[in-house]
C-alpha cells in the first residue's frame, strides 16, 4: 500500500511528491507519469520568484541557480500604453524540459519511486480502509492528481472540464535573441481580446517566445487556430521568427476551483490553477502540488479538507481578486488604464506584477486609482 500515488510528474506532481517526503521521509510515495524525462513541455517556462520561494520550501532552493535572473519587464497594453521598469524580485525562464526533469530527480533522490505509467481507472478499494486502487492493481491512501490541463484522473473521479469560456489556447515556441537580452516582453493585442504575445530571454541566447488567447474568441474568427495563433505571433513579434512551435490549453481559474473529491487531490493545470490574467501556472502548481502532498501525510485520514483549507488560506482572496480582475479585463480599456496608471506609479507596476504572478491582491486605494483613470479614458474618448 503507498501512502501516497502521484499521477503527472510536472512541477505540481514533484511538488506533491517533495511536500509529503520532507514531512514524513518514511512515506512510501509513487510518482507516475505517462512519459519519460526529460520531455519537453508547451508552456512559457516563466518562473517568477514566487515559485522560488515555493522551491526553497520544498528543500531544493538552488533548483535553477544556474539560470540567469531577469529582473526587467515590459508590457504593452490593448491600445499602447507602454511601462518598462525592473521587477521587485527578478523572475527566471527555464525550459520545463530541463525544469521538470530537474524536480523529478530531486523527488528521487528523496526516496519518492518513479514509473513510467498512463492511469485509465480509478477506483474505491475493497474492505472499507479508505483507500484508492488505480488500474487495479496500484493501491493508494491518497492520490494527487497532477496530469495537467486534460486531466484523465479528473474525468475519472466526475469533476467537470473547465467550462470553455475560462479555457485559453496558446502557441508556443523558441527564437534567437541577443546574449544580453534580459527584458520579457509582455504585448497585448486588442484585436480578438483577450490576447497577448510574449518574448522570454532564457540567457544563453534564445527566448521562448509565443501568443495566447481564449478558446471561444480563437473560435470566433472562423479561420484554422494553426493560422490564427502562428499568424498573430509573426504579427506582434516580427523581429523573432519562431521555431519548435506547439499549442496547448490552459484551463483559467474560475476563481473557486474544484479541488478533487474522495481521497484524490486535483493539483496545478488539472484543479484548473492558472492565472486567468496572464496564464502564469507554475507558481500555483508547485504551490498546490506542495500543500496536497502534506495533507495526504498529515491529514492520511482524510486528507481533502485539510489540502482545500491549505488553498483557501494560501490562494483564496487572490483567486477572488484574480477572478473579478479578469471579469473587468474583458474591456481592453482598464488594461490600458491600468498599465498607463502603472507606468507613472511603480507602486501599482509592483502589485499588477504580484497579482499576475504571485499571490497579490489589491488594496482599494490603487483600484479606485486605476476605475477612475478608466472612467476619465472612457470620457475623453
Given at each position: 500500500m503507498w501512502d501516497l500515488v502521484v499521477v503527472g510528474g510536472g512541477p505540481a506532481g514533484?511538488?506533491?511528491?517533495?511536500?509529503?517526503?520532507?514531512?514524513?521521509?518514511?512515506?512510501r510515495v509513487l510518482l507516475l507519469d505517462k512519459a519519460d524525462f526529460p520531455?519537453?513541455?508547451?508552456?512559457?517556462?516563466?518562473?517568477?520568484?514566487?515559485?522560488?520561494?515555493?522551491?526553497?520550501?520544498?528543500?531544493?532552493?538552488?533548483?535553477?541557480?544556474?539560470?540567469?535572473?531577469?529582473?526587467?519587464?515590459?508590457?504593452?497594453?490593448?491600445?499602447?500604453?507602454?511601462?518598462?521598469?525592473?521587477?521587485?524580485?527578478?523572475?527566471?525562464?527555464?525550459?520545463?524540459?530541463?525544469?521538470?526533469?530537474?524536480?523529478?530527480?530531486a523527488a528521487r533522490a528523496l526516496g519518492v519511486e518513479v514509473r513510467r505509467h498512463r492511469v485509465r481507472a480509478l477506483a474505491p478499494g475493497d474492505g472499507g480502509d479508505g483507500h484508492v486502487v488505480l488500474d487495479g492493481v496500484i493501491a493508494a491512501r491518497a492520490v494527487v492528481a497532477a496530469d495537467g490541463a486534460n486531466s484523465a484522473v479528473r474525468r475519472l473521479i466526475g469533476v467537470p472540464a473547465t467550462p470553455e469560456k475560462h479555457v485559453a489556447i496558446a502557441v508556443r515556441g523558441y527564437a534567437d535573441v541577443p546574449p544580453d537580452d534580459d527584458v520579457q516582453l509582455i504585448a497585448m493585442q486588442k484585436e480578438g481580446w483577450p490576447a497577448y504575445a510574449w518574448s522570454f530571454p532564457v540567457g544563453d541566447g534564445t527566448a521562448n517566445v509565443g501568443f495566447g488567447m481564449l478558446l471561444p474568441r480563437l473560435r470566433a474568427t472562423g479561420l484554422p487556430g494553426r493560422e490564427v495563433l502562428h499568424g498573430r505571433l509573426a504579427e506582434l513579434l516580427p523581429h523573432?521568427?519562431?521555431?519548435?512551435?506547439?499549442?496547448?490549453?490552459?484551463?483559467?481559474?474560475p476563481g473557486r476551483p474544484r479541488l478533487g473529491a474522495g481521497r484524490v487531490m486535483l493539483a496545478g493545470d488539472a484543479a484548473s490553477l492558472i492565472n486567468p490574467l496572464t496564464g502564469e501556472g507554475i507558481y500555483y502548481a508547485l504551490?498546490?502540488?506542495?500543500?496536497?502532498?502534506?495533507?495526504?501525510?498529515?491529514?492520511?485520514?482524510d486528507p481533502l479538507p485539510a489540502y482545500r483549507r491549505g488553498v483557501r488560506k494560501a490562494l483564496g482572496r487572490h483567486l477572488r481578486t484574480t477572478d473579478v480582475l479578469a471579469r473587468a479585463a474583458q474591456s481592453p480599456g482598464f488594461i490600458?488604464?491600468?498599465?498607463?496608471?502603472?507606468a507613472r506609479r511603480g507602486e501599482v507596476f509592483d502589485l499588477l506584477v504580484d497579482v499576475g504572478l504571485g499571490a497579490g491582491t489589491v488594496p482599494l486605494p490603487l483600484a479606485y486609482a486605476v476605475v477612475r483613470r478608466w472612467l476619465a479614458d472612457g470620457v475623453r474618448r
Open positions: 514533484s511538488a506533491a511528491a517533495l511536500g509529503a517526503k520532507r514531512l514524513r521521509p518514511d512515506a520531455r519537453d513541455k508547451a508552456c512559457g517556462d516563466g518562473i517568477a520568484a514566487h515559485g522560488r520561494d515555493e522551491l526553497a520550501l520544498l528543500g531544493v532552493p538552488d533548483l535553477i541557480a544556474d539560470y540567469r535572473p531577469t529582473r526587467r519587464l515590459t508590457v504593452i497594453s490593448p491600445g499602447g500604453a507602454r511601462v518598462t521598469a525592473t521587477v521587485a524580485r527578478p523572475n527566471h525562464v527555464v525550459p520545463r524540459e530541463v525544469f521538470d526533469a530537474r524536480l523529478v530527480d523573432l521568427p519562431a521555431r519548435d512551435l506547439r499549442a496547448h490549453h490552459l484551463p483559467l481559474s504551490l498546490s502540488g506542495r500543500l496536497a502532498g502534506e495533507a495526504a501525510v498529515l491529514a492520511a485520514g490600458d488604464a491600468a498599465i498607463a496608471t502603472a
